[in-house]
């Protein structure tokens, strides 16, 4: 029982402090004049992946067996899967969810707006120039995301310094974020005032990164615990530990990310949280790869290897409506669907 009441209290940690995260890092991109997608995809996303690449370091490098090393390998593969998945479909059923409430709210209101509201509920998400740099980061994570998955089904003597690679991909990707996002700098946005220093319409640099790290050390360690959670009820309800790994603990770890993009969606910054999630998935396809290469042989199973293959068909379909500017709130929950796919096609995988 204990174990279910402290799930419930994890998860409300992790949504409350990730409100405080998302206030703290719109101001801290102001201080730094990064461009707005940048702060989703470079500052945001950073953010609340390093708690979960820590947690694949310490799994690659103080793992005394092989087993405990595996575990790393599989965060580096599932957390990408639930990115492409579940996160992005999480985000498109809230969006359908804020707007069909704003419909019922129109259809009550004088001027027979309801109409318009009803149509907007299919309208597509983004921009075409905040498309185009989603399309570029999925092309990214895409290229990078099918080496990976290639490296996971060869042997050969230099492949784990190909490790550093990955780690030189993020740093690119990084600089490029910084630099094209120079020109959309936020400084005439009004952003809600800092929870640190609720009272002043500028706060203090001090208190924003104060706000930063302390929110990041809450959502660490409530992540964790959640995982932990996890571990314990999945045996409880009749799952293998091989289950929880595989289909729990990646939504678990990705958990903040996705907290993220339901914050930024009830603001009306769409365009950020899909910026988040574009970003945590370049941290994902990257640094936690990086480190697998280098201590561990990385070589995948069946599930890891049905792992890659749904997260790459996910990338597929949202490039593809994404270049078609047709990314619609319906389309992009559908994106969670194909999570229920893995978790079919691992059932004939672990039996």
Known sequence: MWHFVLLVVCAAAIYFSCEWFVNAVEWLGQRLNAGRMAVGTIL????????????????VTTGGTEQARDIGVGAAMGGPLALATVAYGVTGVVLLVRRRKAAALALVAPGGSGEREVARRGEVLTEPEEARRLVKDQRWFFAVFVVKVALGLVAFTIKPWLGLLFFATYAVYFWREIRSGGGESGENELLAPLKFQPRRTSPATWAVVAQTLATLAVIFAASQLFVHQLDAI???????????????????????????AIIWVRQGKTSLALANISGAMMIQATVPSGLGLLFTPWRFNGALLWAGIVTMIAIAYLLATLRAHKLTPARLALAAGLYLVFAAGLIPILT
């Open 44 to 59: 945001a996303a950073f953010g609340t992946a390093l708690p979960e690449s820590v947690v694949t370091l310490v799994a």
């Open 234 to 260: 999945g045996p409880m309800l009749g799952l293998s530990g091989a289950v929880t790994a595989l289909l729990l603990s990646p939504i678990a770890t990705e958990l903040p990310e996705i907290m993220n």
